[in-house]
Every structure is written in C-alpha cells, then in structure tokens.
C-alpha cells in the first residue's frame, strides 16, 4: 500500500489502535528510504563504471593524440584520477548513508539521516556538473598556450594549411568548446534531474511523512 493511503487509513481509525499503526507507518517509511538510498549508491557505482568505460574509450583517439603531442597526458591522467578519487569519496558515503538509514531506530535519527543524505547527493551532483565544465577549461587553456603545438599537430595530419591564422583557431576552439561543453552539461544536468530528481522527491515525501508523524507525537 502506498504510505500516503497507509497514513489517511490510519487517521481515520479509532483513537486506541493508532499507536500500532504507527509504527507501521514508520517501518513503511524506513523500509522506502533505506531502498531509495540504495539505489542511489548502486546507480552511483554503475556511473563511476560509465564514467571509467568512456575514458576507455578515448584512449587512443584523436583526442589522446592531441594531448600527447602538446604533452598535455599527465594533467588529463590527474584531472581523471581525481575526478575517479572524488566519485570515490561521494559513493562510500552514499554506503554510510545507506547503512545509517538501515540501522535508525527512531524517527528523529531517520529524519536527520534523510536530510544528510538529500544534502550529500546535491553536492555530488553539483561537484560532477561543476568539475567537467572546469576541467575542460583549465586543459583548454593549456591548449591556447601552445598553438603553434597544436598548428604543427593539424598540419602533420592534414588537418589544415600551414597558413592557418591563430586568431581564427582561437576563435573556432573557444566555439567548439562552447557548443561541446553546454551540450554534455545539458545532457548531464537532464540525467541527474530525471534519475537522482525522482529520487530525492520520493525521499522527500518520507520525510514530510516522518514530521508530521513526529509532530503527532
């Protein structure tokens, strides 16, 4: 049963039999979110997966090419590493949250428990959103520091003239980046409000369940 029809079920009962039910309610409550809680550490871990197969993926292309020519490899290893490190962190607490959730007894712990884990996965969107747009900048700027690598690398494959203008190629970077980065920033922004977004709604709504089971008491 749906815990808003359990809770307007059990108002609706005599006075005598609602400190039974209510226990019901709650162990509905802590049963819904210690499932919530897990699904965002599983779908946590299977992103760090997505995350580790695309950067697979990369090694060899066009893009690592590039960066080995213009000696850019070791900041990329850095920038994925770290990013891999941070995910890391976000998923073992994700794990706490989901074990502290599991283990609460009352209401007020579960509560409490809730709000910290509506809080952890808001910075762990926030941090993924806000690290790829820097990342991409600060790699970007080395690029612009060593054109004339870049140029050489172009004409070696054939990519453009030797008469290429540096203006024009800054200019059609800054585009090229604009355009890539506001489209996977999109995309990224569009899975986490359809996938963590529902999430947290239905963990919000156990929580407004669980204040007004504790202002009934």
């Given at each position: 049963?749906?815990l808003?029809?359990y809770?307007?079920?059990?108002?609706?009962?005599?006075e005598?039999?609602?400190?039974?039910?209510?226990?019901?309610i709650?162990?509905m409550?802590?049963s819904?979110s210690?499932?919530?809680v897990?699904?965002?550490f599983i779908?946590?871990?299977l992103?760090?997966i997505?995350?580790g197969g695309?950067?697979?993926?990369?090694?060899?292309?066009s893009?690592?090419e590039?960066?080995e020519?213009?000696?850019l490899?070791?900041?990329?290893?850095?920038s994925?590493?770290l990013?891999?490190?941070v995910?890391?962190?976000f998923l073992?607490?994700?794990?706490?949250?989901?074990?502290?959730?599991?283990?609460?007894d009352n209401?007020?712990?579960?509560?409490?428990k809730i709000?910290?884990?509506?809080?952890?996965?808001k910075?762990?969107?926030?941090f993924?959103l806000?690290?790829?747009?820097?990342?991409n900048i600060?790699?970007m700027?080395?690029?612009?520091?060593?054109?004339?690598?870049?140029?050489?690398?172009?004409?070696?494959h054939?990519?453009?003239?030797s008469a290429?203008n540096?203006?024009q190629?800054v200019?059609?970077l800054?585009?090229?980046?604009?355009?890539?980065?506001?489209?996977?920033?999109?995309?990224l922004?569009?899975?986490?409000?359809?996938?963590?977004?529902?999430?947290?709604?239905?963990?919000?709504r156990n929580?407004?369940?669980?204040?007004?089971?504790?202002?009934?008491?």
């Open positions: 049963m749906d808003d029809k809770k307007k079920a059990w108002e609706n009962q005599p005598e039999t609602n400190k039974v039910s209510k226990v019901d709650y162990k409550a802590h819904k210690s499932s919530i897990k699904w965002i779908i946590g871990i992103e760090l997505f995350w695309l950067n697979l993926v990369f090694v060899g292309s893009y690592s590039i960066y020519e213009l000696h490899n070791a900041l990329v290893k850095v994925i590493y990013h891999y490190f995910i890391t962190l073992i607490l994700f794990y706490k949250n989901y074990k502290s959730i599991s283990i609460s209401t007020k712990k579960l509560i409490n709000l910290n884990t509506r809080k952890t996965v910075y762990y969107v926030y993924n806000i690290y790829m747009v820097l990342a600060v790699i700027c080395f690029i612009f520091y060593d054109l004339d690598g870049l140029i050489q690398y172009y004409n070696n054939g990519i453009a003239s290429i540096k203006n190629l200019v059609s800054i585009i090229a980046m604009t355009v890539t980065l506001s489209f996977m920033f999109l995309i922004w569009l899975f986490y409000k359809i996938i963590y977004g529902r999430l947290l709604k239905k963990l919000h929580y407004k369940e669980l204040i007004k089971l504790e202002d009934i008491n």
